[in-house]
Structures are given as C-alpha cells and as structure tokens.
Nanobody
C-alpha cells in the first residue's frame, strides 16, 4: 500500500522560507519519480517540481531559482525547500507519485504566505 504524508506547511511572511516533507511508505523513493503539486483557492492543481530516480530534477517556471526538491533515501522522504516565498505561493501543496499507471497523492499541507 503506497502512502504519502505531507508536513511542514504553515504561515510565513513574504520573503521567508519553508521546507515541506513527504513521508513515503509502500515504495522506495530512490527507485521512482516523485513530484510536488499545489492548488490555490479557486485554481486548478498545478505541477511545481519533480525528481527522478536518477536525481534529475525539473521545476515549473514559478519555482525555478526559489524551490529545491530533494530526497533522503535513508528516511524515504522527499522534500521541497521553498525560499523567497511570495503571496502567490499560497496553496495546498501535495506530494505525488505514479506506480503501475496509478497516481498516488498525499492529503496536502497548507502554505500561506502573508504580504
């Protein structure tokens, strides 16, 4: 059973930083691609960042230069470090992976950036 549990969200002032964590069970993060998405109020869910099993990473334009996706193989956790946060980064952030053509999602963690 694949399970993803996000944590680390909260309220932060513009310009501040947060590190989100995605604790993973049921799969090995070093052997699969993992991604972060976000959904702001009234908007569709959008992709933010991706890390491959090879450690190749990719970012949405909105995240480039400010966000960093990484993983801890020993802890089986995927992180999203977010720096220089902006009010438009306010959203629920979700961890995601695909196994056997099925998408798995966590419950999300709220990030609120105050101006």
């Amino acid at each position: 059973q694949v399970r993803l549990v996000e944590s680390g969200g909260g309220l932060v002032q513009a310009g501040g930083s947060l590190r989100l964590s995605c604790s993973v069970s049921g799969i090995i993060v070093s052997m699969t691609a993992m991604a972060w998405y976000r959904q702001a109020p009234g908007k569709e869910r959008e992709w933010v960042a991706w890390i491959a099993s090879t450690l190749t990473t990719n970012y949405a334009d909105s995240a480039k230069g400010r966000f960093t996706i990484s993983r801890d193989n020993a802890k089986n956790i995927v992180y999203l470090k977010m720096d220089n946060l902006k009010p438009e980064d306010t959203a629920v952030y979700y961890c995601q992976t695909r196994v056997a053509e099925f998408d798995y999602w966590g419950q999300g963690t709220q990030v609120t950036v105050a101006s």
